[in-house]
Nanobody, 131 residues
Framework: QVRVMESGGGSVQAGGSLSLSCVVSDYTDRNYCVAWFRQAPGMEREGVAR????????YYSNSMEGRFTISEDSAKTTVYLQMTSLKAEDTAMYYCAAASGSKGSVACSSDRLRQTDFGSWGQGTQVTVST
């Protein structure tokens, strides 16, 4: 089963930028869907963005589009989330999640980001934006 591990969280001033990394491993099918979710204290987990390795297609939640960019390195081992113009409300624990094979295709073809589509999750990395 595909595995993921995040890194790159930290503290940044409002208006600043931060890049998160998600190392993808143990996949047997090179077509997989990787997504970023986040959860702020006292809030439900919400989807941020996703990327399908098969064709490079991406999806962003409305409030993130234009500020966040999801990408993957050419070796297909790491998925990045580049965050710019950060706001205090972006403060949250950020999680990387993945699904491979047919499940990955389903996860990355849905009209929205659904936690239940993803079976592999990282431990999370904290992002704190101060004003």
């Amino acid at each position: 089963q595909v595995r993921v591990m995040e890194s790159g969280g930290g503290s940044v001033q409002a208006g600043g930028s931060l890049s998160l990394s998600c190392v993808v491993s143990d996949y047997t099918d090179r077509n997989y869907c990787v997504a970023w979710f986040r959860q702020a204290p006292g809030m439900e987990r919400e989807g941020v963005a996703r990327r399908y390795s098969g064709d490079g297609s991406t999806y962003y939640s409305n409030s993130m589009e234009g500020r966040f960019t999801i990408s993957e390195d050419s070796a297909k081992t790491t998925v990045y989330l580049q965050m710019t113009s950060l706001k205090a409300e972006d403060t949250a624990m950020y999680y990387c999640a993945a699904a491979s094979g047919s499940k990955g295709s389903v996860a990355c073809s849905s009209d929205r980001l659904r936690q239940t589509d993803f079976g592999s999750w990282g431990q999370g990395t904290q992002v704190t934006v101060s004003t």
